[in-house]
């Protein structure tokens, strides 16, 4: 079965970019997607089909896609996107989660 | 406006059946592309996606629980109905139904899930 390997978290200065990366076999050639999940609450979408951005979603996050990672950048951090943050992908008629990144705004 | 909403019961024994229902609004299950799918979330653990049915009536499920898993919809009435046999602790979680448009596509509505505790 395919497998999405997240790092299990994330630091960044108040301010910074952060960089949370998603790594697939040939992940390149998939629609990825990323969902922010902050304490208590469902997910979100933030990226769809690797780098566009649902309406609402700041222009602060952005997504590429290529070759086996996928990677979401979160421009001039704010203490608010302290969260969780999960990559997704559909393969072979299933769909899949990575393991989630906790990312930490010091 | 789209939105879904989990109901079911919020405890379950043992080797019980769980059955889940999700009504949504703002969108209809008959119309071309539209899916809902369920996805869990043991505490303090990640997303782990369960099943999806799309606007054909097909339906997918997760390789690991395809056996333990039934989902079926109501288009008249939007509901999904996810049932998962056999129940065991460690499938304690928030169970979450959600809009998916296509099956490649994001998640882009989610209900605001319900906690599932298995526990005799």
């Known amino acids: 079965s395919y497998e999405l390997t997240q790092p299990l978290s994330v630091s960044v200065a108040l301010g910074q970019t952060a960089r949370i990366t998603c790594g697939g076999n040939n992940i390149g050639s998939k629609n990825v997607h990323w969902y922010q999940q902050r304490p208590g609450q469902a997910p979100v979408l933030v990226i769809y089909?690797?780098?566009n951005r649902p309406s609402g979603i700041p222009e602060r996050f952005s997504g590429s896609n290529s070759g086996n990672t996928a990677t979401l950048t979160i421009n001039r951090a704010q203490a608010g996107d302290e969260a969780d943050y999960y990559c997704q992908v559909w393969d072979s008629r299933t769909e899949v989660f990575g393991g989630g990144t906790k990312l930490t705004v010091l | 406006q789209v939105t879904l909403r989990e109901s079911g019961p919020a405890l379950v024994k043992p080797t019980q059946t769980l059955t889940l229902t999700c009504t949504f609004s703002?969108?209809?299950?008959?119309?071309?592309?539209?899916?809902v799918t369920w996805i869990r979330q043991p505490p303090g653990r990640a997303l782990e996606w369960l099943a999806l049915?799309?606007?054909?009536?097909?339906?997918f499920y997760s390789t690991s629980l395809k056996t333990r898993l039934t989902i079926s919809k109501d288009t008249s009435k939007n509901q999904v109905v996810l049932t998962m046999t056999n129940m065991d602790p460690v499938d304690t979680a928030t169970y979450y139904c959600?809009?998916?448009?296509?099956?490649?596509?994001?998640?882009?509505?989610w209900g605001q899930g319900t906690l599932v505790t298995v526990s005799s």
């Open positions: 049915i799309d606007w054909e009536d097909d339906k």
């Open positions: 959600a809009r998916q448009v296509g099956a490649t596509g994001g998640v882009d509505s």
């Open positions: 089909e690797d780098s």
């Open positions: 703002g969108f209809s299950l008959s119309t071309s592309a539209m899916c």
